[in-house]
């Protein structure tokens, strides 16, 4: 009788320590869940770059451009909110392709024909299928730009395709061809310059969690 007695009390103890050990581990879980992270933009890790093509069969031209300005609100304890505060200017003149000829006609023939001086925008939406939508004003024209994202750990990806068309932007296209037509001359001895442009945009939030 005294060993059933022994083997119970031995039984309900470690019992006992066994429910104590998971309440500790479920306190020091809600202590993680519990912790709160304030997010803000960073632009020192954001990068823009947007491909021309050019050539019938389509050869990418990358660039990007040399003075963007991004703001947006201080912090958020939502990344989702940061980023869909986002508004952004870009200096046309600043055009970047690493190299200074293309700079220049690119400024002055297609954004200087279409009168577009800076290209301003915002985020308006970022939807839960992955659909993230862009506010774009050129040719003193706002088109909503539809693309891709990502937004993961603070990072956020986005990519889009725009046509320049829908900015009205076709006298730009044209000038530029022009002037530049046998650096677009592929090898059917045909001169094209494609109205369509694709967009990557990446930055990193910065994040304070205490």
């Known amino acids: 009788m005294k060993k ?9 103890l470690f019992i006992g320590l066994s429910s104590c050990s998971g309440d500790k581990k479920a306190s020091e879980d809600e202590s993680q869940e519990e912790k709160n992270c304030f ?10 770059e947007w491909t021309a093509f ?14 963007i300005t991004i703001e947006g609100m201080e912090k958020s304890d939502d990344p989702k909110k940061m980023i869909e505060s986002l ?5 046309t003149t600043s055009v970047e392709t690493q190299n200074e000829e293309r700079n220049g006609k690119i400024a ?15 985020v308006k939406s970022l939807s839960d299928n992955g659909k993230a939508t862009i506010e774009i004003e050129m040719n003193k024209m706002k088109k ?6 990502t937004l993961e750990d603070g990072m956020f990806n986005f990519t889009a395709t725009i046509d320049v068309l829908n900015w009205n932007a076709g006298n730009g296209i044209t000038t530029l061809n022009t002037a530049c ?3 677009h001359t592929g090898a059917d001895g ?3 310059l494609w109205s369509e442009v694709d967009l990557s945009f990446t930055t990193e939030l910065m994040s304070d969690c205490d």
């Not at 050019?54 to 003075?67: D, I, P, R, S």
Request: hydrophobic share 35%.
């Open 108 to 122: 002055k023939l297609f954004f200087g024909t279409i009168t577009t001086p800076m290209i301003t925008g915002r």
């Open 144 to 149: 909503d730009v539809v693309g891709e994202y």
């Open 190 to 192: 045909k001169s094209k």
């Open 181 to 183: 037509k046998d650096l």
């Open 87 to 91: 508004k952004f200017s870009i200096e």
């Open 39 to 48: 997010y803000s933009y960073n632009s020192g890790s954001t990068v823009l």
């Open 4 to 12: 059933h007695i022994l083997f119970l009390a031995i039984s309900t």
């Open 54 to 67: 050019k050539f019938t069969e389509k050869k990418g031209v990358a660039g990007t451009f040399n003075k």
